[in-house]
């Protein structure tokens, strides 16, 4: 098993700009979960999903966070417009139940 | 709101020697799950060892141990003959249902 894939490993991108980050789970997870890890504030759960239905999204910090699981294979978050605050890691995770997480290599996210 | 406390920002310990770090949390329910990982400088987030909370035996991985308290809401874990390897930031979290919660981590240094 390739373990959780994340995709880009680091982006970099101007402040205004819409970044998509993309996320493969591993298969046969049915729960998958977003996090959000700065210096500050530590992880922070950002949304996850349960058999491809979004569940709780009460940590999307803004309406510009957006994240969709159209099938049980693929995920995306997406930040449109980007902001210099939102430069952080942004980690992938699936789990089945009980299983303990397991997480992908993070997408480090730089917006100047 | 769960919440995981580690009152150790950073710790240190000798080659060889053991180390315990400490974390609490807060919860109501009574089934859940207990974990602790490892982020490495690669910042790749590794399952050390889990617990679930039904179990009253401390689960053991090879020189990872916990010691859980369930009435006092204490989870910590004793690293033995402490590895270079080993420094890292550990993170404890708790889980239940689809929530999972993370502490703030402790940075653990090993000295050669």
């Known amino acids: 098993d390739a373990g959780v894939i994340q995709s880009p490993r680091h982006e970099v991108t101007e402040m205004g700009q819409e970044v998509t980050l993309r996320c493969k789970p591993i298969?046969?997870?049915?729960?998958l979960f977003w996090y959000r890890q700065t210096m500050m504030r530590g992880l922070e759960l950002l949304i996850y999903f349960n058999n491809n239905v979004p569940i709780d999204d009460s940590g999307m910090p803004e309406d510009r966070f957006s994240a969709k699981m159209p099938n049980a294979s693929f995920s995306t978050l997406k930040i449109q417009p980007s902001e210099p605050r939102d430069s952080a890691v942004y980690f992938c995770?699936?789990?089945?139940?009980?299983?303990?997480?397991?997480f992908g290599s993070g997408t480090r996210l730089t917006v100047v | 709101a769960q919440t995981v406390t580690q009152s150790q920002p950073e710790m240190s310990v000798q080659e060889a020697e053991t180390v315990t770090l400490s974390c609490t949390y807060d919860?109501?329910?009574?089934?859940?799950?207990l974990f602790w990982y490892k982020q490495p400088p690669s910042r790749q987030m590794i399952l050390v060892i889990r617990q679930e909370a039904y179990k009253q035996q401390n689960a053991t991985e090879n020189r990872f141990s916990v010691n859980f308290q369930k009435a006092a809401k204490s989870f910590s874990l004793k690293i033995s003959d402490s590895q270079l390897g080993d420094a890292a930031m550990y993170f404890c979290a708790y889980h239940n249902n689809n929530d999972m919660r993370f502490g703030a981590g402790t940075r653990l240094t090993v000295k050669p």
């Open positions: 919860t109501s329910e009574s089934d859940y799950y």
């Open positions: 995770a699936s789990s089945s139940r009980g299983g303990g997480y397991t």
């Open positions: 298969s046969g997870h049915n729960s």
